[in-house]
């Protein structure tokens, strides 16, 4: 197993972590970038394989050329290293102010044979982005239903439609690209269904708005993505949501009804609309496992905590992205310069810092306008799928909490099996969370603590501790 | 016709390069789809859309989130077992066996 000292190791290949490689560069370190997929751009630039590679890829992107420039002028830099395919299973900190050990596995995914190796920075930058949060609703295991993020990552990875007649629904203006996708990839959109009625729409976005002034690009971005939605003559429902989806082995058809200003359906409002697939997005969490191991201090929300340089609560652990606040695009461009910078040991540019602080004002209208209101708690039934790994229903954690009384996330764990599948409850965590702090069990603990952060094969974790057997004299 | 589908390069305003065949054997039967395609991306190239139970009750499963996170889409490629299909590149020749047809 080979070890390798760095300067800064980013990891997260997206927009924040090449952004953040770019900076570091240009601050005269010298730097390696950890991927896990085999390319960059992450998920907002899911692109084509180069064997498939598109005359006109733009037509599904936003600030796609610069993508290009950066992908090109860090592949060119021989300062830095980019490693596809490095999947990040733990980060050892010893004590004593040595630097962290980043343990990692190089190959495909899921492989039974990848190169182990390790490497010693002297600083981490983590990017590993967000994952979209889809609230359960009865039905929404069914083969059909999609977080709108795979609708996105199989029309721009794959050129698949998830389906001919499908509806968007969820939460935010994240749901707009991917209607302009589906639709250039042969799929009739029949509507986007947005949870928030119109008042608490025009309450985050129209108030102060010569602060939104500022954020020219996103406005120009989500503008785009309104005209497509206007030519093609595609709805958009404010205060509507799913709240089922019907089918035996697949979506046939969903339930939209109108929700109150707590997202609680109002009764009478309901009605069937036939489809054969269904994108939901209802907000994002953030991928912390990581930041999570090597001890960086989290919000109320889950988000790390930074400062004004992007600095970590750990020494020489920067965070840029989604990690802190859902933004977008253009906060994580900023967060990432500005982490890229700093942890090179230069000061950021004065004009990114302020462009970071406009567009984090943006996230936090996001938040008024589109955030996750505590009525979803009533579209599940009982007998609704919470964990889709374990088969664990809402019903079944409801019962067990009110039962056991067990105090503490863990313990109730044990007992029903949620979160405990092979997706270490990173799908249905927060869901469960909110679920049991409504049935009086408060518990500090979250779920997001994982002490692997992705799964690794014993005959690969055996491997790895006889090499490094053998280099000890 | 319903369903996932591949949009025909002939059709798409992307205009893909023309990578060429990947053809699979997916419980014995032979599928075929793009170079550099995703297994995932060919089962629903094809029109697939689940390829395994849920473990308690038995519920069909294919791609949910398709970024890897849910390990919805598992699935056995060359006899290593759980593998993620959103995940992996189909390789020419590749062998997969779902759950769906172990468990029958
Ligand atoms: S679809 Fe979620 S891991 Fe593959």
Redesign the pocket.
């Known amino acids: 197993m080979s070890e390798k000292a760095c300067q800064v190791l980013i990891i997260g290949g997206g927009p924040a972590g090449m952004s953040a490689a770019r900076a570091a560069l240009a601050g005269g370190a010298q730097v390696v970038l950890l991927e896990a997929g085999d390319a960059l751009g992450g998920q907002f630039w899911r692109h084509l394989p180069e064997s498939r590679k598109g005359g006109e890829e733009q037509v599904l992107h936003h600030k796609w050329r610069h993508f290009n420039t950066v992908q090109r002028e860090l592949r060119d830099d021989p300062g830095c290293e980019v490693v596809l395919g490095a999947h990040v299973w733990a980060i050892e900190r010893p004590d004593g102010g040595q630097a962290p050990a980043v343990h990692v596995m190089v190959g495909p995914p899921d492989g039974a044979d990848r190169e182990p190796r390790t490497y010693l920075p002297q600083s981490i930058i983590f990017a590993t982005g967000g994952q979209e949060r889809t609230l359960p609703f009865p039905g929404w295991d069914l083969p059909g239903v999609y977080t709108a993020g795979?609708a996105q990552a199989l029309a721009k990875g794959e050129r698949v439609a998830v389906g001919q007649r499908v509806l968007v629904a969820g939460a935010g203006p994240f749901l707009l690209p991917v209607v302009t996708s589906l639709i250039r990839t042969g799929a009739t959109v029949i509507g986007v269904a947005e949870a928030s009625g119109w008042k608490r729409l025009a309450k985050g976005w129209l108030s102060r708005p010569w602060e939104l002034a500022a954020t020219r690009s996103k406005a120009g971005e989500l503008g785009g993505y309104l005209r497509e939605m206007v030519h093609h003559r595609v709805p958009y429902r404010a205060g509507t949501t799913v709240i089922a989806a019907h089918g035996e082995e697949s979506v046939e058809s969903v339930t939209l009804a109108r929700l109150d200003a707590d997202w609680k359906p109002v009764p009478g409002t309901q009605r069937r609309v036939e489809v054969d697939a269904v994108c939901v997005s209802h907000g994002f969490v953030p991928r912390t496992e990581l930041a999570l191991t090597v001890g960086c201090t989290v919000d109320a929300h889950g988000f790390v905590v930074v400062d004004d340089q992007q600095r970590t609560s750990v020494e020489n652990v920067f965070c840029a992205g989604e990690l802190t606040g859902i933004g977008g695009v253009d906060l994580a461009l900023a967060e990432g310069e500005i982490a890229g910078a700093t942890a090179a040991g230069t000061q950021p540019r004065a004009s990114v810092v302020k462009a970071r602080n406009v567009f984090r004002a943006f996230a936090e209208r996001l938040q008024t306008a589109h955030g996750i209101r505590p009525g979803w708690q009533t579209w599940p039934e009982p007998g609704t799928t919470l964990c889709r790994c374990e088969d664990v229903t809402v019903g079944e954690v409801r019962e067990v909490a009110a039962a056991t009384q067990a105090r503490g996330l863990r313990s109730l764990k044990l007992t029903t099996r949620a979160g405990l599948g092979p997706?270490q409850g990173r799908t249905c965590g927060r869901n469960t969370e909110e679920i049991l702090s409504s049935c009086g069990l408060l518990d500090p603990g979250r779920t997001a603590r994982r002490p692997i952060a992705i799964p690794v094969r014993l005959g690969e974790l055996a491997a790895t501790t006889s090499s490094q057997r053998e280099e000890t004299p | 016709m319903r369903g996932p589908r591949r949009l025909p390069a002939e059709q798409d305003p992307v205009r893909p390069k023309d990578s060429g065949p990947v053809t699979i054997t997916v419980d014995g039967e032979s599928l075929s789809g793009l170079q550099g395609q995703s297994i995932?991306g060919v089962l629903m190239g094809n029109g697939r859309q689940s390829w395994r139970r849920s473990p308690r009750t038995g519920r069909p499963r294919?791609?949910?989130?398709?970024?890897?996170?849910?390990?919805?889409?598992l699935l056995t490629v060359n006899d290593i077992p759980d593998v993620?299909?959103?995940?992996r590149r189909a390789g020419e020749g590749d062998v997969i066996t779902t759950q769906e047809a172990s468990d029958v």
């Open positions: 795979a997706c | 995932a294919g791609v949910f989130c398709g970024i890897g996170v849910c390990f919805d889409c993620r299909a959103c995940q």
